[in-house]
């Protein structure tokens, strides 16, 4: 091909790649040109017509086909319509498609999300995880509480952003699904970017955002360290942005971060307030919890759940300044009181099921468990409860010397897990981890995590537990308690919970027809899969939904993390389930108030009662949170929900109240 054509060729492909802008240049020049050698062309037909006249009568042919019949004489008629289709061509084809290229494209840019907005106040959520649409949900339906939290800061209603790395229609149309009749256009704002890019910071306002939210959890199998090399980065973006700098009033940011030793070092990088939520720590909690004291996790998934029965509330008297909290704990009306925060030092500190003689401050803010904030109010005092006499039994008294637990699966999180058992002094577990990872890979990451050195025996097993086989080799019948752990090393969540349903039903038919079988918890990544285990024995953490959920929660209340971090880390209070007798109370029916000052009594918090046929049916019916005025058959197996700290709930009460 001749390189004057090839050259000619490149560049013109080069202008019209520039824009639309340059298509329509590129087409004006044409429309001219043609109208120019249509002119040429009846000016050698009919000299008499000077050349600007016949460029004129070219160009009108051209952009209007009106005149086509308005011609004399077969040259002048032939020439008509020889550059009426080209017009049609030219100008009207190409003009069309390059205004619709131009409109497309437009619209595409503006489906990408990266015009920058203007907003003050709005909720920020940086990155689109698994958590993300359930954050948004309890968000969306939590629409009283949001509203107290932004009229605080002069807004109105909620409007929530999302800042997504690549965002698109498909991205879009999923979180639409997702959230159903949720969703809404004028609330939620979806932007593309990332929170890495200043640029892409600048587009959703983030410095006049009034919480920054980092969700984790992008896939079950994704490495902890590179999640949270991802969360301080993104701290560290924000801290260093030129904005930031200059701002009077920073953001406040809540993030989720796996290794719970990283807190106080990203905590460091930040100027401003940042909440940072430990979400190993507190899924390995839950987990440990409800190994010693099934049903736990109903308790807290409803309290979590900001549209489902009862939520943790707030609420002051301040004029019951230096007042018990066990005298003021039973003229709470509308709920229960769990306990008080108090600040400290700038700090929320929290002190739930206080031991007897504390006493409230007028700063002080009470927690409350209660169906809805409006219905909470302190009633007429009343006579302080007198001290119990007998000793309180120990709540693992009927527990076995040794739990024998075992781990089906392998995940980050299980160090995590071995260090919170190993923190529960008196009692003793034996663990078997049956797992595809390698037995060399599990002990070093133990070690890493100092969880290799605990005072009880860790057997690893090398298995696949979706194998029938591999269970086969196992004595299941020995075991007390067996978790099917979800965040294994699959790569995506629908996988994973693939592995765990297979285990699950495997394990479910080897123990079909024993009347003794171990307790089965199973961990989920994906809540629509729940639905699968209505019918099956056994207990289910959805640790994804879980963690969503406590990170909307602290988001538009800071004070619950201090809460989260009192009753899931070591040493700090703790939900439990106590048969009546403990508390010598009568057989038959009871209103809840006695059932409440038995409890304070022994310096523990009455909370609500679980009625059920059989020892432990955890499909029993849970009244939490009842009345006063509520009474409750107690039967052989009725158990009460308390909240208590570990030294009073395992040991004797001296006669003046003190562990």
Known sequence: MDPLLLWWKFNLERLLLRGSHYRLLFMASAVVTVALLGGLSLHLIDPAESLGTSSWWA????????????????????????????????????LIAILTQWLHETVTRLQRGETPISMRNHV????????????????????????????????????LVVLVEELDENVRADLVTRLGPLWDDRSIVLRSGSPLVAEHLQRVDFARASVVLIPGGVSPGEVRALHDADTVKTVLSIANHPQVRKAAVLPRIVAEIADERLVS???????????????????????????????LSWVLAELLAFHKGNDLFYASFPDQHGRAFSDIALRVTGGVALGVVRKEAGRWVPHLAPARGFTVEREDR??????????????????PEPLATRPLPSLGRDWPAVRRV????????????????????????????????????????????????????????IGDYTQVQDLGRLDLARYHNVVILG??????????????ILGHTILNAMMAGWTERPKVLVELTDPDNAALFDDCPGEIVLSPV????????????????????????????????????????????????????????????????????????????????????????????????????????LSAVRGDGAP
Do not use: C
Request: charged share 20%; no cysteine.
């Open 265 to 295: 070092i990203v905590e460091s990088i930040h100027p401003g307030a940042i909440e940072l939520v430990e979400s190993d720590a507190i899924v390995s909690r839950l987990i440990a919890q409800n190994l010693r004291h099934s049903g």
């Open 546 to 649: 879980f963690m969503a959920r406590v990170l909307a929660h602290v988001a538009i209340r800071p004070e619950l993390r201090t809460i989260l971090h009192e009753l899931f880390t070591e040493g700090g209070a703790e939900f439990h389930y106590r048969p009546p007798a403990d508390y010598a109370l009568p057989g038959g029916t009871l209103r809840f108030d006695t059932l409440q000052r038995a409890g304070l009594a022994h310096d523990e918090l009455v909370l609500g009662v679980r009625s059920s046929e059989a020892p432990l049916d955890l499909t029993g019916d849970l009244h939490l949170a009842p009345s006063a005025e509520a009474r409750f058959h107690l039967g052989p197996h009725s158990l009460l929900l308390v909240l208590s700290r570990r030294g009073v709930a």
């Open 124 to 159: 920020l959520v940086l990155g689109l995880t698994p958590r993300t649409p359930v954050v948004i949900e309890e968000l969306m339906r939590s629409e009283a509480r949001v509203r107290r939290f932004l009229s605080r800061r002069g807004v109105s209603s909620l409007r």
């Open 406 to 461: 075992l781990i089906l699966g392998w995940g980050h999180g299980v160090p995590t897990l071995i260090r919170e058992l190993a923190s529960y002094t008196g009692e003793d577990f034996a663990l078997d981890i049956l797992s595809v990872v390698p037995i060399e890979v599990r002990e070093a990451a133990l070690k890493a995590d100092e969880a290799h050195d605990t005072p009880f025996l860790i057997s690893q097993l």
């Open 366 to 383: 009470y927690v409350v468990i209660a169906r809805n904030r409006k219905g909470i109010a302190l009633g007429p005092p009343v006579a």
């Open 487 to 500: 965040r294994g090393w699959r790569s995506d969540g629908d996988s994973s919970d693939a592995q765990t």
């Open 59 to 94: 160009f009108l042919r051209l952009t209007d086909p009106g005149y086509l019949g308005d011609d004399e004489g077969l040259g002048r008629r032939a020439l008509a319509v020889l550059i009426t289709v080209l017009g049609y061509v030219l100008f009207m084809g190409a």
